[in-house]
């Protein structure tokens, strides 16, 4: 069965510094992962995805993720943070390669500090 | 804005009652998913109708049920309402054509927050 593991549930960086979210699945398949992130009030926007390919993924806003087998990682990083990367961030993954349903980490909740 | 719309935004009941969520997908989509957000089981995947059939079910109650129309609209039906299952409801729409190997992209409508008082 497909499993989700994000590491802390709330980070808490200075702007301007790395933003490191973890994230570790289990899937039986080759999975698809995703990031997304979750504004107050808001609904789910997708940050970036691996499907097949290239492991570095680039996504919006300066993120990006790398797909590790060895480790069944897909950490999400971006170099510098702002002031307006304060979110909840979601790792989910998917073995239906028709897009089916996502399974969805607990949540990371992001704070920056001025 | 995502292009899928959900109505209400809000909900405000009693238990007991029994309350029907809408969603309309992005125009050409003809899959549907329903995912529950709540604080304590998080986002979890309820149920997903593809052009008016049921094709997969997560962990949705008995007391839960969703269909989709042949304008590809879909309601999710909560009954005998239950003080946990006050929680934001995301409904998400994707293409999901038979391509190989293509993911097709989940686009999350704002949700509908459900109270059950």
């Known amino acids: 069965a497909q499993s989700v593991t994000q590491l802390g549930s709330h980070v808490s960086v200075s702007e301007g510094a790395l933003v490191l979210l973890r994230c570790n699945y289990s899937s039986s398949v080759p999975p698809y992962l995703f990031w997304y992130v979750q504004y107050p009030n808001q609904g789910l926007q997708l940050l970036l995805k691996?499907?097949?390919?290239?492991?570095l993924v680039k996504g919006i806003n300066g993120f990006e993720a790398e797909f590790k087998k060895s480790e069944t990682s897909f950490h999400l990083t971006k170099p510098s943070a702002h002031m307006s990367d304060a979110a909840e961030y979601f790792c989910?993954?998917?073995?239906?390669?028709?897009?089916?349903?996502?399974?969805f980490g607990q949540g990371t909740e992001l704070s920056v500090k001025p | 804005d995502s292009g899928v719309t959900q109505t209400p935004k809000h909900l405000i009941t009693a238990t007991g009652q029994r309350v029907t969520l809408r969603c309309s997908p992005r125009?050409?989509?003809?899959?549907v998913y329903w995912y529950q957000q709540s604080l304590d089981q998080g986002l979890q995947f309820l149920i997903q109708?593809?052009?008016?059939?049921?094709?997969a079910k997560g962990n949705i109650l008995e007391r839960f049920s969703a269909q989709q129309f042949p304008d590809l609209h879909s309601e999710l039906n909560l009954s005998s309402l239950e003080l946990g299952d006050s929680a934001l409801y995301f409904c998400a729409s994707s293409v999901a054509k038979n391509n190989l190997r293509r993911y097709n992209e989940q686009f999350f409508g704002p949700g509908t927050r459900l109270t059950v008082l």
């Open positions: 109708y593809y052009n008016g059939e049921e094709r």
């Open positions: 691996y499907t097949t390919g290239a492991t």
């Open positions: 125009s050409g989509d003809l899959s």
């Open positions: 989910a993954v998917s073995e239906d390669n028709q897009g089916g349903k996502l399974i």
